[in-house]
Antibody, heavy 118, light 110 residues
Framework: QVQLVESGGGVVQPGRSLRLSCAAS????????IYWVRQAPGKGLEWVAL????????NYADSVKGRFTISRDNSKSTVYLQMNSLRAEDTAVYYC???????????WGQGTTVTVSS | HSALTQPASVSGSPGQSITISCTGT?????????VSWYQQHPGKAPKLMIY???NRPSGVSNRFSGSKSGNTASLAISGLQAEDEADYYC??????????FGGGTKVTVL
């Protein structure tokens, strides 16, 4: 079945790095854009980054621009989120989602938790 | 871009209809028909309910409908049911090629 599975979350100290993965299955991965969306504890949804289906023009929220990098490996049906210079405010559940239309996440993973704390 | 504006809470009795508004600007909601709505139950991933302002993904009940006028989009839920109690978020594409979410609306079924 169509599925996205996030991994790579954990507890990390401020200023350190972490790489999240979003592994896709059940569909032609190279045909779809993938988003990362996060949700801080008790807070709302915040869009983080977008990788278009063709791997061009990645886009980022201002809050992570210059620190996070999104990439994809179509041969592995996986999208990555490299997170550098992590801050306490990056603490959240990180979800990846497959697009149905622009900005419309149709299929979501279960989320992976990132905690930035000393 | 600031977050899209949604009411913090909306409530209704079973069988009633409710509407949730989502106000943006001429840089996002007002200029693109890329408005989406999500439902999120506690501890669960969001679920897409409406995309491109008024389209329903396969499997979503026709009790959910979306519309837009100017800089404000709306989600209507008719025949309110207990299972509709959840948080609802709108989102929009923007003129800086980013995506904005609203702050979320908690729907309570009385």
């Amino acid at each position: 079945q169509v599925q996205l599975v996030e991994s790579g979350g954990g507890v990390v100290q401020p200023g350190r790095s972490l790489r999240l993965s979003c592994a896709a299955s059940g569909f032609t991965f190279s045909n779809y854009g993938i988003y990362w969306v996060r949700q801080a504890p008790g807070k709302g949804l915040e869009w983080v980054a977008l990788m278009w289906f063709d791997g061009t023009r990645p886009n980022y929220a201002d809050s992570v621009k210059g620190r996070f990098t999104i990439s994809r490996d179509n041969s592995k049906s996986t999208v990555y989120l490299q997170m550098n210079s992590l801050r306490a405010e990056d603490t959240a559940v990180y979800y990846c989602a497959r697009d149905l239309s622009v900005g419309a996440g149709e299929v979501w993973g279960q989320g992976t938790t990132v905690t930035v704390s000393s | 871009h600031s977050a899209l504006t949604q009411p913090a809470s909306v409530s209704g009795s079973p069988g009633q209809s409710i509407t949730i508004s989502c106000t943006g600007t001429s840089s996002d909601v007002g200029v693109y028909n890329y408005v989406s709505w999500y439902q999120q139950h506690p501890g669960k991933a969001p679920k897409l309910m409406i995309y491109d302002v008024s389209n329903r993904p396969s499997g979503v009940s026709n009790r959910f409908s979306g519309s837009k006028s100017g800089n404000t989009a709306s989600l209507a839920i008719s025949g309110l049911q207990a299972e509709d109690e959840a948080d609802y978020y709108c989102s929009s594409y923007t003129n800086t090629n980013t995506i904005l979410f609203g702050g979320g609306t908690k729907v309570t079924v009385l």
